[in-house]
């Protein structure tokens, strides 16, 4: 017992519990050092090559309010995408919701997932809860959600056309 005890105190002098004001030092040198990575910074915009034809320009509107940033090549790029970790976050987000499903490359070779959109808007699953907080303008009533529901359906078709019963 005496010999652990005597273990421990020597233990604790050559490694001290870090003083918060070094942890504070050491945080903030690792977010400045985290800004010099380039992943994240390009905010590209790449040219818009073809649009759906929307069925009313009131859906148009509303997927503009509420899924543009993610869909489409006229991101609006905010503050914080200059800010990493933050800056990773949303170019992560940009790029794999422009793969999946993009308003500005309308007519393009790979798969364009529109006929889910009616679909993930009624499930309250797009746009992510976490996008709402910085853009409360992408925050739909009921109202709203279920005319952008309608106008993506009119748009693009659901997947599965009829037989989407759960199967
Ligand atoms: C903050 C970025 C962001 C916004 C805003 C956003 N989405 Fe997405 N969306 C994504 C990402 C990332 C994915 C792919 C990953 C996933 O499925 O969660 C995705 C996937 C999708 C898909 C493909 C289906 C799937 O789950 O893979 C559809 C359709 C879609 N979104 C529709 C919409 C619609 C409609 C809106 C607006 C009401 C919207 N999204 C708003 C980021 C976004």
């Not at 977010?31 to 905010?43: K, S």
Request: with cysteine; charged share 30%; net charge negative.
């Amino acid at each position: 017992m005496h010999e652990t005890e005597e273990y421990q105190t020597q233990a604790e002098e050559e490694y001290p519990p870090m003083k918060p004001l070094k942890i504070v030092a050491i945080s903030a040198a690792a977010l400045i050092a985290i800004q010099f990575v380039p992943f994240g910074r390009g905010h590209l915009n790449p040219p818009v090559t073809g649009e759906p034809a929307w069925d009313r320009p009131e859906t148009r509107e509303l997927f503009f309010r509420g899924c543009r940033d993610c869909h489409s090549n006229e991101t609006i790029w905010p503050w914080y995408s200059n800010v990493a970790p933050l800056s990773w976050l949303t170019a992560l987000d940009v790029s794999i919701g422009r793969e999946k499903f993009n308003v500005s490359e309308w007519g393009r070779k790979s798969r364009n997932e529109g006929d889910e959109a009616a679909e993930e808007v009624r499930e309250g699953k797009m746009p992510p809860w976490f996008y709402l907080p910085a853009h409360p303008e992408a925050k739909l009533s009921i109202e709203e959600k279920e005319s952008l529901a309608k106008g993506l359906e009119a748009t693009f078709g659901t997947k599965g056309g009829h037989e989407e019963n759960g199967h």
